[in-house]
């Protein structure tokens, strides 16, 4: 079982960005990668996704405003958030669903 760890999140104002990382022990580069998040009293939800083929898919609340990549010769998975609204505060998990793998997750907090 891959170990997935994430990192890089935080407390930013609205419209702010960060930067979020999971970092994965062993090779991903056979598995589609997602972030999810859930934030207080609402369940998980899916938030964008990277195949294998690197095509990247993404829930219309955050289309072009945020950007999920991969670095497989690292065992990286990336997720830029931009332009961040206080409906994005939540705890934000990377993981691969086909294997019910998942990170620890990572706290976003947007607010003034």
């Known amino acids: 079982q891959v170990q997935l760890v994430e990192s890089g999140g935080g407390l930013v104002q609205p419209g702010g960005s960060l930067r979020l990382s999971c970092a994965a022990s062993?090779?991903?580069?056979?598995?589609?990668m997602y972030w999810y998040r859930q934030a207080p009293g609402k369940q998980r939800e899916w938030v964008a996704s990277?195949?294998?083929?690197?095509?990247?898919d993404y829930a219309d609340s955050v289309k072009g405003r945020f950007t999920i990549s991969r670095d497989n010769a690292k065992n990286m998975v990336y997720l830029q958030t931009d332009s961040l609204k206080p409906e994005d505060t939540a705890i934000y998990y990377c993981?691969?669903?086909?294997?019910?793998?998942w990170g620890q997750g990572t706290q976003v907090t947007v607010s003034a």
């Open positions: 990277i195949l294998i083929s690197s095509r990247p």
């Open positions: 062993g090779s991903i580069s056979m598995y589609d």
């Open positions: 993981g691969i669903p086909s294997r019910d793998n």
